[in-house]
């Protein structure tokens, strides 16, 4: 990629997202699904946050939903997590390095859907005005 050096999965083939049966599409889901972005957002800064504040900062997600994607970033190697014995008991997570690597293609994704979002919405106004027209 951009160095003559090709990324490998599994030692076997390289890495290729429009192969169907290339990981890589798996790892692409996960950093695109609803709330992993979320959570790399609070986490940019590099600081640490408990359960209940990144449950706080990301207004709408569950606490089954939160915990179960947290878990399968933990499970990628994308956030730490430490447990501090206490009642209850504590627990925090931060970016890990590879986390961290995800903070500016995600901000980018992110600004973008931001800026765009009218213009968007606007285009879906019409396209579902005109779909209603033809009866479909």
Known sequence: MGHGVEPVVSGVFPADILNQDCPSRGVL?????????????????????????????????????????????????LVGREVTPSIPPRVDYWLTELGASTVAPLAALREWAEQHVSVVEQNRERYDGSAASLGG
């Not at 950093?31 to 990144?54: N, Q």
């Open 29 to 77: 889901r996960h950093l695109t699904d609803r709330w992993t972005p979320m959570i790399v957002t609070v986490l940019a800064d590099g600081r640490r946050a408990r359960f209940t504040e990144l449950r706080r900062a990301i207004e709408g997600v569950s606490p089954k939903v939160l915990t179960e994607t947290l878990r399968s970033m933990e499970r990628d190697g």
